[in-house]
């Protein structure tokens, strides 16, 4: 991978199709469009050109845009040929662009890589570009369009901000006390803050579950014992048949999932194997899988046709939220009592599904709040963000130790959230210092 490249590749869905559109990025974007087309249209105006080999052959007729660096995707020059979405059409316009010397097939992911490199994105925003594609939900594309929109970042920028500000008056103190105008103790201008800061952290980290549970799903685990109805059910909310459904206990051995949309949110649905005693090697290897789902669930839906189940045997060891399920209400003449469940449905009639549902959306999170969206979504947020938290409270924890080790657990915290987002701290301070006091009067 050479920066110097100019990389090209089918930046639009799958073929055939209407319009397909081809991205070019590199020094050669100017000299692709030439080649191609003759000459190159003004910047940013959609022109409708011919676009020929390098026989002279007329391949296509589209729109074409040229895009001069830095104002561009990837801050590079860049250029788009919109063109007919026929395969044979995009091959060779491809097979053209390949044929210009300079120009490559871009990797997987080049063109955002080259945006990062270039300053045009960070890192949050490269993964919220990433998810927003992915989006299924209408949750996931809010969530997404936060990050890739910057959002995000303009939070953790903020943050390293005040991380990097504290740090400039520590080193006003340390270097240049003896200058009227720098403060005479840091403690009450920055160390009030660093504890706001770190509690904001904190605050922060704890929507990690919530920002889990809309960018991937809410996982909702359904068990029970063999000929509960759980694949029944998979299938009825799936609208398809998904997992086998006969008489015979233990059909289910292996876990299976569907991914439904409910009030905007991704939610993924499990089917298990029955839970019970089984010499069968193959069911019990089904069942421990079952177990090690129920034990990562967010939701666990346990059903059971018994009129009165053991459900605290059927739940095992999981701790987290649980709905009792009563089943095949159709068939069942036997009245429960009350209490003893949390819905009865029959998938043959479909009878209590939709207060199933509406319990299960019940454990969707509330993010209706405005600034709800800014959350962290990726395990590796949350381990950096986490160091950086701690790197603060050692430098609160420390003051005995002096203004400078304090100062250093400021800048590794700083390094810590810059690795977030792909901007590890420079060192700007003396432009800080510089800025806010006249030290060089």
Not at 69 to 95: M, N
Not at 393 to 409: K, M, S, W, Y
Request: hydrophobic share 45%; proline share 4%.
């Amino acid at each position: 991978m050479k920066a110097a490249d100019t990389i090209f590749a089918l930046s639009s869905g799958g073929l055939p199709s209407g319009v397909a559109v081809v991205r070019v990025s590199g020094p050669g974007s100017r000299t692709a469009i030439a080649s191609l087309c003759g000459r190159v249209p003004a910047p940013r105006r959609a022109s409708l050109m011919s676009i020929r080999n390098r026989n002279g052959e007329k391949l296509d007729e589209g729109v074409i845009l040229f895009f001069p660096g830095p104002s561009s995707f990837t801050g590079e020059d860049c250029a788009e040929f919109q063109i007919h979405g026929g395969r044979a059409t995009v091959k060779a316009a491809l097979a053209t662009l390949s044929g210009i010397h300079g120009l490559r097939p871009a990797e997987a992911g080049e063109f955002s890589r080259r945006a990062f490199l270039n300053g045009r994105m960070d890192l949050v925003e490269v993964e919220g570009l990433a998810d927003l594609i992915a989006a299924e939900t209408e949750m996931q594309r809010r969530l997404a369009a936060e990050q890739a929109s910057g959002g995000l970042s303009r939070l953790y920028d903020s943050w390293a901000k005040r991380l990097t500000h504290a740090r400039a008056m520590i080193e006003a103190e340390l270097d240049f006390a003896d200058e009227d105008d720098v403060p005479g103790s840091v403690a009450s201008s920055i160390w009030s803050d660093m504890r706001l800061l770190e509690q904001e952290i904190l605050n922060h980290l704890s929507g990690m579950r919530i920002g889990e549970i809309v960018r991937d799903g809410l996982k909702v685990v359904i068990a029970g014992p063999p000929n509960a109805g759980k694949s029944s059910l998979l299938n009825y909310l799936a609208k398809r048949d998904v997992a086998i459904v006969t008489d015979v206990p233990g059909t289910t051995r292996d876990v299976l999932h569907v991914d439904l949309d409910l009030a905007g949110f991704a939610v993924r649905l499990y089917d298990t194997a029955g839970l019970r005693e089984t010499n069968d090697i193959v069911e019990r290897e089904g069942i421990r899988r079952t177990q090690l789902s129920m034990a990562e669930a967010h939701l666990l839906l346990v059903l059971s046709e018994d009129p009165d189940p053991d459900w605290q045997a059927l739940m095992g060891d999981h701790d987290g939220p649980v709905l009792r399920v009563r089943t095949k209400a159709d068939k069942i003449e036997t009245p429960w009592r009350a209490g003893t469940a949390d819905v009865t449905i029959s998938v043959k009639h479909g009878s209590g599904m939709e207060q199933l549902l509406d319990a299960i959306g019940r454990h969707l999170p509330d993010i209706e709040a405005g600034s709800a969206l800014a959350l962290p979504t990726r395990q590796r947020h949350a381990l950096n963000l986490t160091v950086a938290r701690q790197e603060i409270l050692l430098a609160l924890e420390v003051e005995a130790a002096g203004l400078d080790i304090q100062a250093e657990h400021l800048r590794l915290a700083g390094q810590a959230l810059g690795r977030v987002t792909g901007r590890v701290d420079v060192e700007h301070l003396l432009d800080v210092i510089f800025s806010e006091f006249c030290i060089g009067k």
